[in-house]
């Protein structure tokens, strides 16, 4: 079974450091969209010993027993894993295990176990998102750390630098709009799961409004747009949070309402290493879905393309009706989590001359097909790996789409971790919605629905 995953394609080489400004790539280039890539970018087929398949179209067929809006089904409940990776065994896979993988396999031996099913590249989109993307490709370009021309598809879809691929995932396909009805939980040191958060949120990716187009997008920038309120845990149960993170990050903003006083507040710094009130603080704004955040903290640079096992299809973690059933006393239950052998881009982030964040050194690893990035290490100032981030990814046919879910961090110095976005106990979980009215993300908006 070691074999299986022994024939690795070998590492795209590194393809330098950001400039100043990059443009997007020629109609010749832009054309492989059409042949031997995919329409997001990926490339279509499969790897020399086929553990990786060629890339078909996605998965957008109905799943059986699926009820979109409410508890989703599994397409694939019937597989069983490949294999298993514990402490005993990880040196075997650990060319395609991230640092974070392996280090939580040897902290927690007894408890940690990576279960590694078949490959399923089910990542898709509607098709006008795969026309934008074409176009996205020779006209969108960095300006700096901005990016520019693109709108309503993946902006660099044969990406030149770790910026770009940065891009593609904060502007990655996930739907126009749609609600979410979540669980958070911080973990304790000492094994107690402490909810955080009980919510209800909206988002909207106004990005991807259909009949949008570049010029009017620009004139606004704000991308992704959320609003979360909270039922629960008791001490928190009426606050709520609204916010806008725009191309432009001097211009992403956002509001809290405190029950206590009984009015909005601006936040001074929605950003990076900054806690967020949406998870009580216990996970900071540029920790969410691995990476939420300004690109002018750090110099990206770009490792290359390379075949990892990553969490991947996790519809298996929406099946049980509980949230205890899926966590375990310092991570998600092994038992809930699918991994399976994909390409990712992989991009390191070091911290720029002359700016600050808690964790100067990260590197991501982002799934071709999707944009997603699913993994992410973090290094503290004294070199020591502390944070290994992910997030869980679901099919959606609704959609069409690869999902991101349940996301969060495990801290390898304290013992900590967080589970964020958790559905298992909400009977609605990830409904797909018409686009909001501009005025659902505004403080009023969030004034008026808190109590």
């Not at 909207?204 to 629960?232: C, H, I, S």
């Not at 916010?243 to 309402?257: E, I, L």
């Amino acid at each position: 079974m070691k074999r299986y995953f022994v024939a690795t394609a070998a590492c795209v080489a590194a393809l330098g450091w950001p400039v100043a400004a990059s443009a997007g790539v020629n109609a010749e280039e832009a054309a492989r969209l059409k042949t031997d890539l995919t329409p997001l970018g990926g490339e279509k087929a499969g790897n020399k010993d086929g553990s990786i398949p060629g890339w078909t179209g996605g998965y957008t067929i109905p799943i059986p027993g699926d009820n979109p809006g409410g508890r989703r089904g599994d397409p694939f409940r019937d597989e069983k894993p490949l294999l298993s990776i514990t402490a005993k065994n990880v040196d075997e896979y650990a060319e395609k295990l991230t640092d974070g993988t392996k280090a939580l396999l040897k902290k927690y031996p007894g408890t940690y176990r990576v279960d590694v099913y078949k490959t399923h590249r089910t990542a898709a989109a509607p098709q006008w998102v795969y026309d934008n993307t074409f176009k996205n490709a020779t006209r969108a370009k960095l300006s700096g750390d901005l990016v520019d021309g693109a709108y309503g598809g993946i902006p660099f879809p044969i990406p030149k630098t770790g910026a770009e691929v940065m891009w593609n995932h904060l502007l990655r396909w996930r739907g126009t709009a749609w609600q979410f009805h979540v669980n958070m939980y911080q973990l304790t040191t000492d094994g107690k799961a402490v909810l955080t958060t009980d919510g209800v949120g909206d988002q909207q990716m106004a990005y991807y409004l259909p009949k949008g187009t570049p010029e009017q997008f620009a004139a606004k920038g704000n991308f992704w747009e959320v609003r979360l309120f909270n039922d629960g845990p008791p001490i928190r149960a009426g606050e709520a949070i609204v916010g806008g993170q725009n191309v432009d990050p001097d211009k992403s903003t956002a509001w809290v309402y405190l029950t206590g006083q009984r009015r909005v507040r601006k936040l001074p710094n929605p950003c990076c290493d900054t806690p967020t009130p949406a998870a009580a603080g216990v996970m900071s704004f540029d920790e969410i879905e691995v990476f939420t955040g300004r690109l002018d903290r750090f110099d990206w640079k770009l490792l290359g393309k390379k075949e990892m096992i990553v969490p991947y299809n996790s519809n298996r973690l929406l099946q049980p009706k509980t949230d205890a059933e899926v966590m375990s006393a310092h991570h998600l239950s092994p038992d809930s989590v699918r991994w399976e052998l994909h390409r990712v881009w992989v991009v390191e982030a070091t911290l720029r001359e002359g700016k600050r964040h808690q964790a100067p050194k990260s590197r991501y690893y982002c799934d071709e097909d999707s944009w997603i990035c699913v993994l992410g290490d973090r290094w503290d100032a004294n070199g020591q790996l502390w944070k290994t981030l992910w997030n869980q990814t679901f099919v959606a046919p609704d959609v069409p789409g690869l999902m991101g879910g349940s996301m969060g961090f495990y801290d390898l110095l304290s013992g900590t971790a967080f589970i964020g976005n958790l559905f298992n106990a909400k009977s609605k979980q990830y409904l797909v919605m018409p686009p909001y009215p501009e005025s659902a993300f505004t403080p009023d908006a969030v004034a008026a629905g808190a109590r």
